[in-house]
Nanobody
């Protein structure tokens, strides 16, 4: 299984970025894909997730209404559209995949991780 994240960069507050996570080696219909982020000195935290087969989405309260997770079946890619970015969104963003688990927002329930892409939001 490989997850390749990309799309990070430097953006001003209020701006937008779109992250991509290209996935391979998965039976996509059985998986949930998610984005987590980790700011310096902080724990890795849940951002958003999507159940691949049904397209059901989940968001952390801190990003609800600003971020959108989506998937492209043909490209086996998950996206995270981030709008109205704030300095507190600055972090390394990781994509992750899991088949089963009790808590969709728990990083411990995810089996596979990408390498991370850095997002910096300047004020």
């Amino acid at each position: 299984v490989q997850l390749q994240a990309s799309g990070g960069g430097l953006v001003q507050a209020g701006g937008s970025l779109r992250l991509s996570c290209a996935a391979s080696g998965l039976t996509f219909s059985s998986y949930t894909l998610a984005w987590f982020r980790q700011a310096p000195g902080k724990e890795r935290e849940f951002v958003a997730a999507i159940r691949w087969s049904a397209g059901v989405t989940y968001y952390a309260d801190s990003v609800k209404g600003r971020f959108t997770i989506s998937r492209d079946n043909a490209k086996n890619t998950v996206y995270l559209q981030m709008n109205s970015l704030k300095p507190e969104d600055t972090a390394v963003y990781y994509c992750a995949a899991r088949r089963l688990g009790a808590d969709i927002s728990s990083r411990y329930d995810y089996d596979y991780w990408g390498q991370g892409t850095e997002v910096t939001v300047s004020s």
